[in-house]
Each structure stands twice: as C-alpha cells, then as structure tokens.
C-alpha cells in the first residue's frame, strides 16, 4: 500500500520527530454474503486496514488496536464512533481525534502530522486562537468534509485536528465525503471542503484558522448568524473523488 521508498522516509520522520507513543484505534466491519437491512458493506475497510498496519510497523511508538465495530460497542461510544472505516488517534492529551474514511490521496501527509501534533500532545497556534478556546464551557462537535483529491481539504483538516488537540470541549471528526453520502445528503454537500460545527452552522470552503475558530465560538455562544458567511476556495463534490479503491501508490508522503 506504502511505497517502500516512502516507508523508508516515513520511518526516519518517525524516529526523529515521533516524541512519545500514540495510539490507534481502528475500527472495521467484516463483509458478510447475508443481506442485513440497513448495513451497507465497508469498502474501504480492508484498505484502510492494510495501510494503518503499514504505517504502524514502521515506529515502535504507534500502537495499532483493529476492533470489529459491532463487537466494540462501549469502547465506540466511548470514542465517539458510530461508522467505519473510523480511525482514532491518541497520543500525550488522550483526546480522541477521529478520521472516518480513506486518508488517502492530499489527505495523507496531515495525516501524519496529526499522528506527530498527538505524540508531542501540543501544537503550534496563535495566542489568540489559544485565549478564545479556552472560553469553551461546553462541548462543540466540529466536523469537515473533505475528498482525497481536493487541494483545499488538508489545511482545513489539520487545523481542526489542531483545535482538537488544544481544547478537551472540541469533538473533531474529518470526514472523507465520498465515502459517506448519507451525510453529504443531510448537510447538503455540494463542495468540500465543508465544515459543519455543532450540527448548527454549515460552512463550505476553506478557511484559516483564525476564521474558524471565529465561526466556533459564534455557534459555543449562541450568537445569532448574520447573513451567510463568505466561503473560501473549494472543490465541487462531484468532481472531488474518484470512486474506485485508491492504487497502491496513491498514497501523497509530506515533502514530496
């Protein structure tokens, strides 16, 4: 699935800048030949299995647990997982960071940066982002849409996996769209990257992080919407992804 060249490089990455263990809960569906009303087969989740048993050989600091999602019901809600392919990342904060679908493709290099961001259990943001989060009183659900082929998805992925690791009160999902279309249908998708916070405010395109967490205590306050908000650069949805299984070298390593 992994490139050996690219395993080699992902391997000196990690044993440089992988500071301290992370863990990673993956959570799959078998295939079953019997027709179960209202299950609908995983794809993708025998891929995603191959590539996070890759991606875990090459550090003896990630720790990879695979779960059947429907024998692990207490561990799932416990992990806020209610669909797979779902991929949970914790490291030093043991705050639960959530992947549902393929990190593959543009999505693959924050991927690994969030596994380092959760090793080093801290990261690097603007003052201000860090004063405003810290006026969070309750829990907020901050989710993003995003496609493997879109180039506008990744910095908006990682900055509200950043979030995530810097406030206990942010439940952050990145949420591979394609793969998930009962979801696209319910949030009327139409472009990725699109960014739903607390099932109150959909947001389409790409914002900096400043905006973000502008929309994000807006929605935690209950300050009214004012009018649609301007949305940044995005991919349309239907020209976002390809529907087959990604190559075995689809893979995109940082820096390369």
């Known amino acids: 699935m992994i490139p050996l060249r690219d395993q080699d490089a992902l391997r000196q990455r990690f044993k440089s800048d ?94 690994v940066e969030t596994l380092i961001d959760a090793a080093r259990g801290a990261v690097d943001l603007r003052p201000e982002t860090a004063k405003q989060l810290r006026k969070l009183k309750a829990d907020v659900g901050l989710q993003v849409m995003v496609t493997p082929t879109c180039p506008y998805c990744p910095g908006l992925a990682r900055a509200a996996f950043k979030l995530g690791l810097q406030s206990a009160r942010l439940k952050v999902d990145v949420v591979e769209a394609s793969e998930f279309p009962a979801l696209v249908q319910r949030y009327g998708v139409r472009a990725v990257p699109t960014t739903v916070i607390d099932e109150k405010l959909v947001l389409p395109g790409a914002m900096d992080e400043a905006t973000l967490v502008q929309q994000l205590m807006r929605v935690a306050e209950g300050k009214p919407f004012a009018g649609e908000t301007r949305a940044g650069a995005a991919t349309a949805l239907s020209a976002a992804a390809p529907k087959q299984t990604p190559a075995a070298g689809g893979l995109i390593l940082p820096g390369r």
């Open 18 to 111: 992988l500071t301290s263990r992370v863990r990673i809960d993956y959570f799959t569906q078998k295939p079953t030949p019997l027709y179960v009303p209202g299950r609908q087969d995983c794809v993708y989740c025998e891929d995603v299995k191959t590539m996070l048993e890759e991606l875990a050989s090459l550090s003896e600091r990630i720790t990879l647990s695979v779960h059947e999602l429907a024998k692990a019901g207490p561990l799932a809600k416990e992990l806020g997982v209610d669909k797979v392919p779902a991929i949970v990342i914790r490291g030093q904060a043991n705050r639960p960071l959530r992947f549902f679908g393929f990190p593959a493709g543009n999505e693959f290099p924050g991927f």
